[in-house]
């Protein structure tokens, strides 16, 4: 029964059609975004934030909000290729999909452990999903006397904070603390809370994801001469305008802690820009629609504020493009 599962699974996944290729790097090593909308409010044309960054190979999703396993499969990967996880940060709206990611590798029998890396309090958050794997472990397939791998035996968890750099499988990766909080520097809420920017250099390449961040003279370093910035924005206009819609209730004072909010904690398209000519980068894909993306009017608009401050290329990234 379980070599039979385990075949239509992957003839499942490989039935999957992959993406369009539009900036496919050489040796195959690709950025894919595989969710392209800002939660934490879901969209019924976007996934949630959620990449994949394949080298040599091996797949690490970057982020994996509500729907990434689908997504990825969407993207020709079937999910026993995900080596790690990378979590810029522990909002629901980018980690909704690990637990789907643990589990079904978990139920498949996936022999390879896999290694989530994240701030302060993955760890936390990684055994309450391994503890919630717990009853399907047990009864397995339904099988008397069926062995099923301990959950807390197929991941690994390594936090990361501001400053860490590693080497993993070739590539170095480093994380920088941004301003999507704003915690003290040294508080107990900012050791015990952090939101991190990612920067990935390949033997060829060099990738910085900015994770939700506002404006960081941090990431800015972190992003020095990168080949490529994965950058997230917000539309202000939209976002309000949508809030007003959904809560016309909304008292003042939770307006105004809102709209601190999402002006100190997010990058509106200016500011995106101001990012990518001050870290000399070569090219920016745009992600994490805060706001959404209405009409192709007002998203070609986002370009031309980002390309008065950036003049390299810029593409709005959608669901399951390849850079």
Known sequence: MRASLLGLAAAAALAASPATAQQVPPQGDAFITLGTMGGPVASRDRSQPANALVHDGRVYLVDAGDGAVQQLTRAGYQLPRVHAVFLSHLHTDHTGGLSAVLGLRN?????EKITVYGPPGTRELVAGMVASMQPAAKVGYGI??????PPADTVTVIELTDGDKMVVDGMTVTAAQNTHYDFAPGSVEDRNYKSLSLR???P???????GDTGPSAAVERLAKGADLLVSEMIDMAATMAAVARNSPNMPAPAKQKLEQHLSTHHLTPEAVGDLAARAGVKAVVITHFAGGTPDPVRTQGYIAQVRARFAGPITLANDLDRF
């Open 204 to 210: 060829g390449r060099s990738i910085v994801y900015t």
């Open 144 to 149: 008397p006397g069926q062995p099923w791998a």
């Open 107 to 111: 139920q498949t029998n996936v022999a």
């Open 200 to 202: 990935f250099d390949l």
